[in-house]
Structure formats: C-alpha cells, structure tokens
C-alpha cells in the first residue's frame, strides 16, 4: 500500500498543472480525468489527464455522441524481481468517442480512444517496448452524475503497434474519476 501512495504522491504537482491549465482555458470546459490501474501482475499505473470540449456531437434518440480531444500524464510502475527499469512516465494525446444517455441524473456511457504516447523508457521491469513512442488504445464504461463527475472502469492498451521487435506492449485495467469544469 505505502508504494501505492508513493505513486500517488507523485502526481499532485501533475494535477496541479492541468488545474492550472484548465482554469487558464476560458472557452474550454474540461474534464480533469484520475486514473489508478494495474495490470494483474507487477505493473501499476497512477496518470491524470485533460479532456476539452467536444471537436464533433451529436444526439440520437435518448443518446449523446462526442469526440473529445485528450492530454494525459502517468507513471509505471514496476514492484517485480526483475534487473529492468522499475519506473517510466508517459504522456500523450488521443481522441475519445464518448457515448452517454443524454437524460437523468445518473447517465450510463462506454467510450472508445485511440492515440499517442511517449515513454520515458523503452523497458519496465520484464517488458521491452523497444521504442519511446507507442500507440494507446482504450475502452471503457462507467457512469456519470449529472454534468458533475463521473466514475468508470477503463482497458488500455499501449504497444509499438508492431513498428520494432521486441514488442512486449501492456495492458491495464483501470478505475477512473473525471470532475467536470
């Protein structure tokens, strides 16, 4: 639990600068996102993350589409017994559909993203990505209160998508909370 923490610990100054970043954005009306994941094993994952207004919408029936552009920033962590790097941070943007009941109080939705990301390390503890630069794919379903705060459960998925061998890529399964501004 204390190494848990100490992940979480790290990323105050991160939720700081995107508080700051999304108070500074006048016309915008983010989504601060937190997330916590692992990936069964001995990787763990604390990140936050931006979402700004929607770039495309649409309603279809009782049903609210839309494409939001995102920034996110995490940190890997590995708590295994291998020689490899036992941290990286990454960073990167993506675009999220977002499909959410557009009546009530208590709104379910799924999303799907695709993306880009840059790692701090090409190795975390077994794992060898080979290259800095990896793709992220994500899906996810959850639920949102009002236009206040939503909480949710989300994979992601980040690899080389096959550019250079080894390409080890990782999995997570996440918990997510995203206050709206």
């Not at 609210?64 to 490899?84: C, F, K, T």
């Not at 993306?115 to 949102?144: C, K, M, P, W, Y």
């Not at 236009?147 to 250079?164: E, Q």
């Amino acid at each position: 639990m204390a190494n848990h923490f100490h992940s979480l610990k790290r990323l105050g100054p991160v939720v700081a600068a995107l508080l700051s970043i999304a108070a500074v954005s006048a016309q915008a009306d983010p989504q601060l996102t937190v997330k916590y994941g692992q990936d069964g094993h001995d990787y763990q994952y604390t990140g936050a993350g931006l979402r700004f207004d929607p770039i495309w919408s649409s309603e279809k029936g009782n049903y609210a589409i839309d494409l939001r552009p995102a920034v996110e920033i995490g940190h890997m962590r590995y708590s295994g017994q291998s020689a490899g790097p036992s941290g990286l941070t990454e960073g990167g943007g993506l675009g999220i559909v977002h499909i959410e009941r557009a009546q009530g109080t208590l709104r379910p939705y799924a999303e799907a993203g695709f993306g880009l990301a840059v790692f701090s390390n090409d190795q975390l503890g077994t794992r060898n990505f080979s290259i800095h630069s990896q793709f992220t794919e994500q899906v996810g379903l959850g639920v949102s209160y009002r236009d206040r705060w939503s909480i949710g459960w989300l994979f992601s998925h980040y690899s080389n998508g096959g550019l250079k061998e080894p390409n080890s890529g990782i999995d997570l399964q996440q918990i997510v909370l995203n206050l709206y501004f």
